[in-house]
């Protein structure tokens, strides 16, 4: 993705790199409950924040996501994730 104004994410350890486009980002992360979390949403624990996550499906109280980023596949409780891309 190419930020037409913003700036460039990245950990200290160079494992995530984002560019944010500011104003978009900005607008469109919203804080959710756990029940309006369905599968093939954006998802972060932070706003916008990395890693940011796709959400494959959910049982119980458990996600399975898949990492932005990187591709890579995670479970993590529901409770972790608070924030939600809203398209």
Excluded: C, N
């Excluded at 607008?27 to 979390?37: K, V």
């Excluded at 706003?47 to 898949?66: F, N």
């Amino acid at each position: 993705m190419r930020a037409q104004s913003g700036f460039t994410v990245a950990d200290p350890d160079g494992r995530y790199r984002l560019e944010v486009d500011v104003e978009q980002r900005a607008r469109h992360w919203i804080a959710i409950e756990r029940s309006e979390i369905k599968a093939g949403d954006l998802v972060s624990a932070e706003a916008g924040g990395l890693p940011i996550y796709r959400v494959i499906a959910l049982e119980d109280q458990r996600t399975s996501l898949r990492e932005e980023q990187s591709g890579r596949d995670h479970v993590a409780p529901l409770s972790a994730l608070h924030w939600k891309f809203a398209s």
